[in-house]
């Protein structure tokens, strides 16, 4: 995949004293070794009040763990710039990473939806 996405949860058989987004163990041991993804990784939303900590501290854990994104979705200016103060221009693997599913969304092709809802109806004529 080119793109993903970390959780707030905790797997502890992996890590049980911290959630997935945070976890240095589950993003390099398990997610980018074990799975083997290599794509751009983005952390679940930040607002959600799901990790401890105020926003600059969840900012540096998030990207600590080798998460390549911070993601920050409800708009609050403060939580924002909380977010902002601790993070920096993409580099290196991120950088690229990022730079790889940018070109692939750009040069995908785009899907007929006609065709696609064509497809679909057929599927429930089948079952009808």
């Known amino acids: 995949g080119l793109s993903g996405s ?69 708009g609050v200016f403060e939580e924002m710039s909380g977010i902002a103060s601790r993070t920096t221009m993409l580099a290196g693997k991120s950088l690229a990473r990022a730079e790889r599913a940018l070109t692939y969304m750009k040069n995908r092709d785009v899907a007929d939806e006609g065709a696609i809802r064509a497809e679909f109806a057929t599927y429930f004529e089948a079952v009808a």
Not at 65 to 72: K, M, P, Y
């Open 6 to 74: 970390t959780a707030h949860v905790v797997y502890s058989a992996v890590d049980p004293d911290n959630p997935a987004t945070t976890s240095a163990k589950v993003v390099n041991e398990v997610i980018r070794g074990e799975i083997g993804f290599d794509g751009l990784l983005m952390s679940d939303d930040t607002s959600m009040k799901a990790l401890s900590g105020d926003f600059p501290t969840k900012a540096a854990a998030i990207l600590a763990a080798g998460v390549d994104l911070v993601l920050h979705c409800n």
